[in-house]
């Protein structure tokens, strides 16, 4: 067996490759790649959702108002404010910032702490929904039996959000 | 016909197989190495100052294994570094997978996530490849082809 010769011929032929190679692309009137990069190259990979399944829940379920189950809303600080379902804890769901890791940490820990069997998120309602969205977040975190309601806060509240 | 006489003349379909495919794969990168280079900076694995040179350099390799395992000159040796280079993007693949990416292969033209998204059927096609140029390593006698004319075989 010649093994030995194979990989030698392999390396020389590898080295010859790259020879052509570099010649071809100094040579190359357009097209031709500077050998060393500078600048990070601008590469668009659409993050993997770190979401988990949530279930829709409708807004008039008697579920809402019941002792074991954990409220988030999900809207900006003034919508809370002027209304919230009372216990709710306010977690604000943004489109642009993405929710920020220590704060849903403790929103995670302060939900498996707590006694209740499920917890109901709800947003503001729209297309697509923060309540859901932050639901995924919280769900994919390890969560069990997490709910979005259906419609947000536009369905509990019958306001019109914008 | 020995076991080995048959393994030899089963390793030529496979070694046109893998020349033709390697050097249809070898093309797009070699007339548009921006993209390429797109496409390995995409896999987040190698550091930048690395990212052009291997874009430059790798279709060439791919060329020339490619084209000396469809004429038969030294086709042990092509499918050693075919094997190497399976051996590596299969490495680079699984990372990708590992970490979820929703990318392209960028292993034939440049294309979209949402047209050649890697997968694990991606790994499985490589192993296939993979497997193919392993054979042909192992049991190539250089039948059909430049070496067996000239008597010049590898083995």
Redesign the interface.
Known sequence: MRWRSVLVEAIAVAAAAIFVAVVFNAARPVGGLPLIARTPYQVLVPCPEPGGPVQPLPPTDPELAADRTFLVDARPADDFTRHHLPGAVHLPYDWLDPVPEDRLQQLVEAIATSRATRVVVYGDGGRPDSGEHLGREISGRGIKNVFFVSGGASALFGVEQP | MSAARTAAWLAVPARWYLGILFIGACLHK?????SF??DI??Y?ILP??L???A???L???E???GA?LLVGW?A???S??IT?MMAVFLAALAVALA?????SCGCFASQG?EEDPISHLTILRDLWWLGLALFVLFFDQGLAGIDHRFQRS?K
């Open positions: 070699i007339a548009d190495p921006h280079a797109v900076a995409t987040d930048l100052i990212v052009n040179l874009a430059v350099t279709p060439w390799i060329l020339a294994a000396m030294r042990r040796t092509a050693l570094l190497g970490r979820g990416l929703d990318m996530a590898n």
